[in-house]
C-alpha cells in the first residue's frame, strides 16, 4: 500500500513536469490555433541553455536563465517566420514550427555534441525528502512539483489579475474586438508564443537533471504531449493538469500491475488462445500483454479513446467546428 | 472539374507517363533502379497523404501505418505463396498489400473519422504511435525487433519476371505507379470528389443536404490506404526486409511535411514531394552528415517564400513564363538561378565545414565538397566559403529587386 | 613512447604467432571496410564513436600488419533504420567494397545477415563478408546464423554465464529483478538468466520480471519501486541507451540498495550518466575492461587524445586483428578465402588470445565482471572524467563460459573456396579425358 502511494506521488512528480510542458503548448495552441511542433525543441534548449549557464552562474543561475533564453528564441522566430505565415492558414505555420524544431536540434548538435552532457542534480537538491517503507522519495522530485506549481500559480495570477491577462484573454477568443479596441493582439500573440516557450525552457532547466541532456530529448517528449493536451482539451490549462494527471498516473500506477486481460478473462472463466511461440496471431499476443509491459502505450490508447468518444477532450465544450 | 479530359490535361498524363516508363529504357545501375523504386514506392506514399489533405482536408499521421502493415502482410503473402508453392505471381502481391491496408483502414477508419479537422489528425497519430511502439512486442506477425525477410526471387516466375534485379522490379513499381495515377484521375469529378470537397469546406451544410460526412471521409480514407498498402507492399518487394521502423510516427511525420511542402495532391505534385523526400533521406544523407539540417532549413525557406507549397508557386511561374515570353525575364531568372545557387554553395560549405570540425569523422584534415579538396584546418576554406556565401546572397538580392517590379507588373503571384 | 613500441611489437608477435610467413606484397593492397552503422538521427553519438574507434583502429594498423594490406573504412549512414542498412549494402556494394561492418542494433544486423547472404547466393564470385562487432542477438549465431556473418561480442548466454557464475559466488544474493527491453533480444536475456540461475542456485528467487519498450520509458520510479518492494537483493539489466540510463538515475533518487548487474554501463555517456556515485554497486559483466594492461592502454590514451572521448568499443581492434590474422593465413583478400581462413582462428587481441569459433562463427574471448569504484592504484583508468572506473573483479575464460553452438551453417565447398585448376591440356591430349571444375 505504501508502495503505491509512493508510485503515486512520483507519478504526480512526473504528471507535473509533463503539465508544465503542455501548459505551454495549449497556451500557444489557443491563442495562435497552431500545433507548436518546436516545442519538444523548446525543452531541449532549456535544458542544454540551464546546463551551459549552469557551468559558470550555478544550477539557480541556469534556471533563471534558461526560459529567458528560450523566450528570446521564441520571439525572434515568432516575428520573423510564423507572423508572416499567420493569413496563410494552419498548414504552413505547423510546417514552419516543425523545421524551426529540426533546426534547433541541429544546432545544439554542433554547439554541444551528439551525446549527452552530464547535467545532474545540485548538491543542494540531491538525497531523500522522506523515505516511505524504505524507498525514497528525492528532494529534486518535490523541488520540480514546486517548481510546476509555483509556475501554474504565477500563470494564473498573470491571467486572471492582471490587466495584462485580461488582454491577453480577450484576444484569445475576441482578437478582432481587441484589435480595434486599440490593444496590439500582435504584440500579445507574440508575447504568449514567448511565454509558452519559456514555459517549455524551464520545464528543461528542471526536467534534464531528473531526465537526461541530449538533443533526442525533443524527439522523446513530442508525441506524450500531444496526448496530454488533446485528451485534456485543446486551448485550456486546465485541460493540460487533467491530461497531464492522467497520462502521468495512469503509465506510472500500470506498472504495477502484472496481469494482463488474458489473466482477467481466465478468471471470468474464459482461456484465451495461447499466444506466440504457439501461435502467430495478434490478438492473442494483445490479449497476453502485460499491463506493465503495456504502460507506456497506455498515454495513446487513452488518446485514441477520448477522441473516439469526446473529441473536444475532457475539459472543453464542443465548439461548431467538432460537431460533425 | 468536368467529367471530359480537357486536351492540356490528356498531354500532361502522357508526359507523366512517359517519364514513369523511360528509365526501363535506360542502361542505370542496380543502385540506380533501386532509387527510383524507392522514388515509386514515396510518390505513392505521398499521393495517399495529399488526397487526403487536398480533397477532404485531413491531415493523417497515420498513412505510414496503413504502408507498414501492408508490407509485413506483403512479406508474409511472399513466404507463404514461396513456402506452398501456389502459382501466384509476386508482381500481384502489391495489390494485396493494398487490399490488406484497405482492411485495415475498414477496422480503424471509423474511430478516426467521426470528425474533422484536428480530431483526425491526432487520432491517427494516436493510432500509428499504438501500432508502432506494439509491432516490436508481438512476436508473431511483426517477427519482433528485427522484422520479417521474405525473398523475392523465390517466387514463380510469370512474364519472365523473377525479380533478381532492381530493373524489374522497379518495372513493377512503374505500373503501380501508373495505376495510382489512373486511380486519382478516376476520382476527378466523381461524386465521392465533391462531396469529399464539400465535407472540408462545411460539414454541417454536408449533412443538411443528405450525406453523411462520416461516409464520405471513410471512403476517402479507403481509397488513401489502399494506396499507402500499395507503397509499404513494394517496398518489401525491393528491400525484402520489413521492421517496425518503417511504420513509425518519423515516417509519417516526413510524409506529411514533404507533401505540404510540395503542396497540391496531383500526381505532379507528389512527385515533386517525392523527389524531395527520397532525395534528402537517401542521396543527400549519403553525402552530408548536415542532411536534417538542409531539410529544416529547406522547409523554413518554402515556408517563407511558398506557403502554400512549391507546386503552386513553379505552376504560377510557368503560366506567368509562357504567358509573357519576356527574354528579360527569362534572363533575370536564369541570373537569380546562378546567384541562389552560389549562395547555397557557399553556406552549404560552410556548414559542413562546421560539421566535419565538431563530429571529427574525416580521415585527416581534407573534405571534398562539390569536387574540391578543403582543409578544414586552414582559413583559407572557411574564408572562401564565407565570401562566396555573402557575395551570392548581395548578388541574389540585387537581382531580386531588379526582378520583382517585372514580376509584380506582370501580375504573376510570388 | 615505450608502451607504444611495445605494444607495436606485441601486435606484429601476435600476428606471427600463426607461424605464417608474411606476405610479400609489391604494393599495398587496399582493403574497403564499409562501415553501416548511425551517424545521425537518435544514436548518432554512438555510432559516431563507432566509427572514430574504427578508423583510430585502422590507421595503428595501417602502420604495419602481418598482412601487408591497408584499410580504409568507408561510412555509411544507415539512421538506425533497417531500411537503410539494406540501402547502404546495395551502395557499398555498387563501389566495391567487400567487407561490411556492423553493429548497432540486432534488428538491424538481422537484416543486414539476410541481405548478404541473399547478395551472396545470387551475386557468386562477388561476396561480401559481415564483421558484426557489436549487435547481438540469439539468432545471429543460431536459427538465422550464415557463413558470412562473424560476431565479434559475446553472445547472450556467454555473459549471462558469467553474470550468473559471478551471483552464484555471492551468497548474499537470494532475490534477483529482472529488468529488460522488451524485444527478442530482451527476451532472451530474461529467459538464460532464468534457466542458469535455476541450474546453479536453485535457492535464488526471481522475485520480479519487467519488460519496458524501447526508449519509451522516462519515469524510471515504478520500476524502481517495485524492485524495493520485492525487496530483490540485485537486479540483471541488459538494457542499453537512456532505458539504462534513465534505470541508473532513478535508482540513484529512490535511494535503491540492491546491485545493478548489467551489460552496456561501460557504454558511450553512460559512466558520466552513473557519475560519481554508487560505489560497488553497478557492475559491468563485458568483454573487455578499461583497467586491462597491454596494448588496450595504448589505444585507449591515443584515441582520447585525439577524440576526447572514451574508447569504448575494443571490438574495433578485435576485429582488424582478426581480419589481419585471416588475411596473412589465406594470402588473400577474397571474403570467401578469408571467411574459410577465419573459421577456427586462433589470434592474439587486446584481451588475450581468442578464437574464432568455426560452428556458429562466434568469437570466444575472456569475459569480465567489474565493479564501479573509484580510481584506485590498482584501477587507475579514470572514465569519462567521472574519477571513477571499472575495477577487474573476475575474469571467466571461454572454456568456463562457451555453451555449445545451435548453428546448422550452409558452407560452401572447399572446391569453391581453392578451386582446382584445370591440368593443362597437351598436343597429345586423351579424347574423352574429364575436365577439372573451372577456376574463378
Known amino acids: 500500500m505504501e508502495a503505491l502511494a509512493l508510485s503515486a506521488l512520483n507519478g504526480l512528480s512526473y504528471s507535473l513536469l509533463l503539465f508544465l510542458l503542455a501548459s505551454g503548448l495549449t497556451l500557444i495552441f489557443s491563442l495562435l490555433g497552431v500545433l507548436n511542433f518546436a516545442h519538444g525543441s523548446f525543452y531541449m534548449l532549456g535544458a542544454y541553455l540551464a546546463w551551459q549557464s549552469s557551468q559558470w552562474l550555478g544550477f539557480w543561475g541556469g534556471l533563471l536563465l534558461a526560459p529567458l533564453g528560450v523566450a528570446v528564441v521564441a520571439t525572434g522566430f515568432e516575428v520573423g517566420v510564423l507572423r508572416r505565415l499567420r493569413s496563410q492558414g494552419h498548414l504552413p505555420e505547423l510546417l514552419a514550427t516543425f523545421a524551426f524544431g529540426v533546426v534547433l536540434v541541429e544546432a545544439a548538435r554542433l554547439l554541444w555534441g551528439s551525446g549527452s552532457v552530464p547535467y545532474a542534480i545540485p548538491a543542494s537538491l540531491q538525497g531523500a525528502l522522506f523515505t516511505l517503507s524504505g524507498v525514497d522519495f528525492p528532494v529534486y522530485r518535490g523541488f520540480v512539483m514546486a517548481t510546476a506549481l509555483a509556475a501554474l500559480a504565477l500563470a494564473w495570477l498573470l491571467l486572471w489579475r492582471t490587466r495584462a491577462g485580461l488582454i491577453v484573454q480577450a484576444a484569445l477568443t475576441h482578437a478582432p474586438m481587441t484589435s480595434a479596441l486599440g490593444h496590439d493582439v500582435r504584440a500579445v500573440q507574440t508575447g504568449v508564443f514567448a511565454v509558452g516557450g519559456a514555459l517549455a525552457g524551464l520545464a528543461g532547466a528542471v526536467g534534464g537533471p531528473l531526465l537526461v541532456t541530449e538533443p533526442d530529448m525533443a524527439a522523446q517528449m513530442g508525441a506524450l504531449l500531444f496526448a496530454v493536451i488533446i485528451i485534456g482539451g485543446l486551448g485550456s490549462l486546465r485541460g493540460a493538469l487533467l491530461g497531464a494527471l492522467l497520462v502521468g498516473e495512469v503509465q506510472t500506477l500500470a506498472v504495477a500491475v502484472n496481469g494482463s486481460l488474458a489473466d482477467g478473462l481466465q478468471r471470468l472463466g474464459w482461456n484465451a488462445p495461447a499466444a506466440w511461440p504457439a501461435s502467430d496471431g495478434i490478438l492473442p499476443s494483445l490479449l497476453h500483454l502485460d499491463l506493465a509491459r503495456a504502460a507506456p502505450l497506455l498515454p495513446y490508447v487513452l488518446l485514441v479513446g477520448v477522441l473516439a468518444l469526446r473529441p473536444q477532450g475532457l475539459t472543453r465544450a464542443l465548439s461548431r467546428d467538432e460537431t460533425l | ?414 | 613512447m615505450h608502451t607504444t613500441r611495445r605494444s607495436f611489437i606485441s601486435t606484429l608477435a601476435g600476428g606471427l604467432l600463426l607461424g605464417a610467413a608474411p606476405v610479400h606484397a609489391r604494393q599495398i593492397p587496399t582493403v574497403k571496410l564499409a562501415f553501416i552503422d548511425p551517424l545521425t538521427g537518435p544514436f548518432a553519438a554512438v555510432g559516431q564513436n563507432q566509427l572514430q574507434s574504427w578508423q583510430f583502429v585502422a590507421d595503428r594498423v595501417n602502420r604495419g600488419n602481418t598482412a601487408g594490406v591497408r584499410f580504409e573504412i568507408v561510412p555509411f549512414d544507415n539512421k538506425g533504420a533497417v531500411q537503410d542498412t539494406v540501402n547502404a549494402l546495395q551502395a557499398a556494394v555498387d563501389q566495391g567494397i567487400r567487407y561490411v561492418l556492423q553493429g548497432d542494433g540486432s534488428g538491424a544486423a538481422i537484416a543486414l545477415s539476410k541481405a548478404v547472404s541473399r547478395h551472396n547466393t545470387r551475386h557468386p564470385g562477388k561476396e561480401v563478408l559481415y564483421l558484426n562487432y557489436a549487435a547481438v542477438d540469439s539468432a545471429l549465431t543460431g536459427s538465422d546464423c550464415s557463413f558470412w556473418h562473424f560476431a565479434l561480442q559475446p553472445s547472450v548466454p556467454m555473459t549471462l554465464q558469467a553474470m550468473t557464475d559471478d551471483i552464484r559466488s555471492r551468497p548474499e544474493i537470494k532475490r534477483v529483478y529482472l529488468i529488460e527491453q522488451d524485444y527478442s533480444f530482451g527476451h532472451q536475456v530474461a529467459k538464460y538468466a532464468r534457466e542458469m540461475l535455476a541450474l546453479k542456485r536453485p535457492d535464488i528467487q526471481i522475485v520480479g520480471e519487467d519488460f519496458v519498450p524501447l526508449g519509451q520509458v522516462k519515469d524510471f520510479s515504478p520500476y524502481i519501486a517495485k524492485v524495493q518492494a520485492a525487496k530483490a537483493d540485485c537486479i540483471i539489466t541488459a538494457n542499453w541507451g537512456p532505458d539504462l540510463t534513465l534505470l541508473i538515475k532513478a535508482a540513484q533518487q529512490g535511494g535503491l540498495k540492491a546491485d545493478l548487474y548489467t551489460f552496456y554501463a561501460s557504454s558511450l555517456g553512460a559512466p558520466s550518466e552513473i557519475g560519481p556515485h554508487d560505489a560497488g554497486r553497478v557492475k559491468l559483466v563485458y568483454y573487455s575492461n578499461p583497467n586491462l594492461p597491454g596494448v588496450l592502454q595504448s589505444l585507449q590514451k591515443g584515441f582520447r587524445d585525439k577524440y576526447k572521448q572514451d574508447f569504448s568499443v575494443p571490438a574495433t581492434y578485435t576485429g582488424l586483428a582478426l581480419l589481419t590474422a585471416a588475411m596473412t593465413k589465406a594470402h588473400s583478400t577474397e571474403p570467401l578465402k578469408v571467411a574459410s581462413a577465419m573459421e577456427g582462428l586462433k589470434f592474439h587481441t587486446f584481451n588475450g588470445e581468442v578464437t574464432l569459433r568455426a560452428a556458429d562463427h562466434q568469437l570466444l574471448q575472456p569475459i569480465y565482471v567489474s565493479d564501479w569504484q573509484p580510481v584506485s592504484p590498482a584501477n587507475p583508468y579514470d572514465v569519462e572524467n567521472t574519477g571513477y572506473t571499472f575495477a577487474l573483479e573476475h575474469t571467466y575464460r571461454p572454456a568456463q563460459t562457451t555453451l555449445p553452438a545451435q548453428c546448422t551453417m550452409q558452407r560452401p565447398l572447399m572446391t569453391e573456396v581453392y578451386p582446382v585448376k584445370p591440368p593443362k591440356v597437351t598436343a597429345s591430349a586423351v579424347p574423352g579425358a574429364s575436365q577439372g571444375t573451372p577456376s574463378r
Open chain 2, 1 to 414: 472539374m468536368n467529367a471530359a479530359v480537357p486536351a492540356p490535361a490528356r498531354g500532361r498524363a502522357a508526359l507523366f507517363s512517359l517519364l514513369v516508363a523511360l528509365p526501363l529504357a535506360l542502361p542505370l545501375s542496380s543502385a540506380g533502379f533501386s532509387l527510383l523504386s524507392q522514388l515509386a514506392s514515396a510518390w505513392l506514399l505521398l499521393l495517399s497523404v495529399g488526397l487526403l489533405v487536398t480533397r477532404a482536408g485531413l491531415l493523417s499521421f497515420g498513412q505510414a501505418m496503413y504502408a507498414g502493415l501492408a508490407a509485413y502482410a506483403a512479406a508474409h503473402a511472399m513466404n507463404t505463396i514461396a513456402a506452398c508453392g501456389w502459382p501466384l505471381p509476386f508482381a500481384l502481391v502489391p495489390v494485396y498489400g493494398g487490399m490488406f491496408a484497405v482492411a485495415v483502414a475498414l477496422v480503424l477508419g471509423p474511430i478516426s473519422v467521426r470528425r474533422g479537422g484536428l480530431s483526425f489528425a491526432m487520432i491517427t497519430l494516436g493510432l500509428g504511435l499504438l501500432v508502432a511502439l506494439a509491432a516490436p512486442m508481438l512476436q508473431g506477425f511483426f517477427g519482433g525487433e528485427g522484422g520479417v525477410s521474405t525473398d523475392r526471387t523465390a517466387g514463380p516466375v510469370w512474364l519472365g519476371l523473377d525479380f533478381l534485379s532492381q530493373r524489374q522490379v522497379y518495372g513493377v513499381s512503374a505500373a503501380y505507379v501508373l495505376l495510382g495515377a489512373a486511380l486519382m484521375r478516376g476520382l476527378d469529378g466523381t461524386r465521392l470528389d465533391l462531396l469529399a470537397r464539400a465535407v472540408r469546406d462545411n460539414p454541417l451544410r454536408v449533412a443538411v443536404s443528405g450525406a453523411t460526412p462520416r461516409r464520405v471521409r471513410l471512403q476517402l480514407v479507403l481509397v488513401s490506404a489502399f494506396l499507402a498498402g500499395l507503397s509499404g507492399a513494394l517496398q518489401t518487394l525491393r528491400l525484402e526486409q520489413v521492421s517496425a521502423g518503417s511504420l513509425g510516427l518519423p515516417q509519417s511525420s516526413m510524409a506529411l511535411l514533404f507533401s505540404l511542402a510540395a503542396g497540391s495532391g496531383t500526381a505532379w505534385g507528389a512527385l515533386l514531394g517525392a523527389g524531395l523526400m527520397v532525395g534528402s533521406e537517401s542521396v543527400l544523407a549519403s553525402v552530408s552528415q548536415a542532411w536534417m539540417l538542409y531539410v529544416g532549413l529547406g522547409f523554413l525557406a518554402i515556408v517563407i517564400w511558398a506557403p502554400q507549397g512549391l507546386s503552386g508557386v513553379l505552376r504560377d511561374l510557368a503560366q506567368g513564363l509562357r504567358a509573357r515570353r519576356n527574354p528579360d525575364l527569362l534572363w533575370g531568372l536564369a541570373a537569380l538561378l546562378l546567384c541562389s545557387a552560389l549562395a547555397i554553395i557557399g553556406a552549404s560549405s560552410l556548414v559542413e565545414l562546421l560539421y566535419a570540425v565538431r563530429q571529427q569523422l574525416l580521415v585527416g584534415s581534407t573534405l571534398r565538397l562539390y569536387g574540391v579538396p578543403l582543409q578544414i584546418d586552414s582559413a583559407d576554406a572557411w574564408v572562401g566559403a564565407a565570401l562566396l556565401a555573402a557575395t551570392g546572397a548581395g548578388l541574389c538580392a540585387l537581382v531580386w529587386r531588379a526582378l520583382a517590379p517585372q514580376l509584380r507588373a506582370g501580375g504573376a503571384r510570388e
